[in-house]
């Protein structure tokens, strides 16, 4: 099998599924996880996804895919609680270990490289 050119087929040569539901305390955030074959789990508590018209800059909320949930996981973004601003560079550090440890070292590297080339 080749390598994959997108993030929907990293997602699907991994063999992930993603469950979706309503995030309890957010108006317009999701809840995600996303499960490997062999039962593992990988939680996003709570994120919301704009889509943004290029000519006016205006931005709608849009529901979860795939593709948008990796690049959660590849944007290493987490979420600090009160007081906590001085640990960012730690509780990163930690986003990105778990997103790694979750996906493996070769699917991390491949999520990044697309991610950054915005291969959808």
Not at 1 to 7: E, H, K, V
Not at 88 to 99: G, H, I, N, Q, V
């Amino acid at each position: 099998m080749s390598a994959p050119t997108t993030l929907a087929e990293l997602f699907r040569s991994l063999g992930l599924t993603l469950t979706v539901r309503v995030a309890e305390d957010e108006d317009d955030a999701w809840a995600c996880t996303l499960a490997r074959p062999d039962g593992a789990l990988y939680e996003v508590e709570s994120v919301t996804f704009f889509d943004v018209d290029p000519d006016t800059g205006e931005e709608w909320v849009v529901e979860p895919t795939p593709s948008r949930v990796l690049s959660v996981l590849a944007g290493g973004d987490a979420e600090l609680e009160d007081g906590e601003e001085e640990d960012e560079a730690a509780a990163l550090a930690d986003t990105e270990a778990a997103a790694r440890k979750f996906l493996g070292d070769e699917a991390y590297e491949t999520l990044l490289r697309l991610d950054a080339e915005g291969l959808e």
